[in-house]
């Protein structure tokens, strides 16, 4: 069965910074793979996604992330981070169907 | 741009009452989807419907739960006798599309109804 493993729960960076959330998927068959941002107080909303096409993946807010099948990652990066950047992200994945399946999350934290 | 609705946003509820969230779905979507949050956990699939019937459905939905789509807008997801442990955010969400023939099947949330079980 497809999963999805989130590295570091909480994440902590300084305005400025790189922003490195890591992603681990496991799948037996290709995936596509999404990374979704819940702000507080709010709905889950497509960063963006990797469905087969381009490995490096450009979204929403200055965000990529770059597709490994060597070492089954999708980690989502960004080159300064912004104090609007504080949220909830979620990797998931989704095999075959639309279903997706989350990781555990990631809250990530911007310093002044 | 179009976008799921949810109400109620927060719900208070007693244990053992039956509580019903609303969706409604971005208007030329064909599927939906139920997902739940509860506090400080992942997000866990539901349930998916299409065509008027459920065509996947986790563990976690047994049968306490249910999904109708009453009208033409609305999904709802029902729930008979509400646990404890059934104190989450549900999230609605829709694709217009499944996976294949260049479609993504993008799925587009609501912004979840908070659901408190006392």
């Known amino acids: 069965a497809q999963s999805v493993t989130q590295l570091g729960s909480h994440v902590s960076v300084s305005e400025g910074a790189l922003v490195l959330l890591r992603c681990n998927y496991s799948s037996s068959v290709p995936p596509y793979l999404f990374w979704y941002v819940q702000y507080p107080n709010q709905g889950l909303q497509l960063l963006l996604k990797y469905t087969s096409a381009a490995t490096l993946v450009k979204g929403i807010n200055g965000f990529e992330a770059e597709f490994k099948k060597s070492e089954t990652s999708f980690h989502l990066t960004k080159p300064s981070a912004h104090m609007s950047d504080a949220a909830e992200y979620f990797c998931?994945?989704?095999?075959?169907?639309?279903?997706?399946?989350f990781g555990t999350g990631t809250r990530l934290q911007v310093f002044p | 741009e179009p976008e799921v609705t949810q109400t109620p946003s927060h719900q208070v509820t007693q244990m053992g009452q039956e509580v019903i969230l609303r969706c409604v779905p971005i208007s030329n979507h064909l599927y939906f989807y139920w997902y739940r949050q509860i506090l400080g956990q992942k997000v866990e699939f539901l349930v998916s419907?299409?065509?008027?019937?459920?065509?996947?459905k986790s563990e976690i939905f047994d049968d306490q739960f249910s999904v109708e789509r009453p009208d033409g807008s609305n999904f709802t997801l029902k729930i008979r006798s509400t646990k404890l442990e059934d104190s989450a955010m549900y999230f609605c969400?829709?694709?217009?599309?499944?996976?294949?023939?260049?479609?993504?099947?993008?799925?587009?949330f609501g912004e979840g109804s908070r659901l408190t079980v006392l």
């Open positions: 969400a829709s694709s217009e599309a499944l996976r294949g023939g260049g479609n993504t099947g993008e799925l587009f």
């Open positions: 419907f299409y065509n008027n019937e459920i065509s996947e």
């Open positions: 998931a994945v989704s095999v075959l169907t639309d279903k997706l399946i």
